[in-house]
């Protein structure tokens, strides 16, 4: 896994603020902070295929069918569990090329 910058993105849709903690492959770990609603200090999210159309979370741009994307893991109730993240729209790991 690469640790990445701990800086926060903002998800303005759902009124929250993100840190990728860290990255792998097919795994995400990040924090959640939603004021008032939910804090997630260390949630996983898995690697999927959008299975329905959406709109990321940190990018605000489409979710198409087919879409590779980040989503809290499933087997964890949570309530941000409908959000997605394309894995495009995260930032690279330091030393990552294209």
């Known amino acids: 896994m690469t640790q990445l910058s701990a800086e926060p ?25 939603q004021s008032g609603r939910c804090h997630y200090a260390e949630q996983r999210w898995r690697l999927a295929t959008a299975r329905r159309r959406g709109r990321c979370a940190i990018s605000d741009r489409p979710i198409k069918v087919g879409d590779p994307v980040y989503h809290p893991d499933p087997r964890l109730p949570a309530v941000n569990a409908n959000v997605a993240i394309l894995k495009s729209a995260l930032p690279l790991p330091s030393g990552s090329s294209g």
């Open 9 to 33: 993105l903002f998800a303005a849709d759902h009124d929250a603020y993100i840190w990728i903690l860290e990255r792998a492959e097919t795994k995400i770990f990040l924090r959640w902070l």
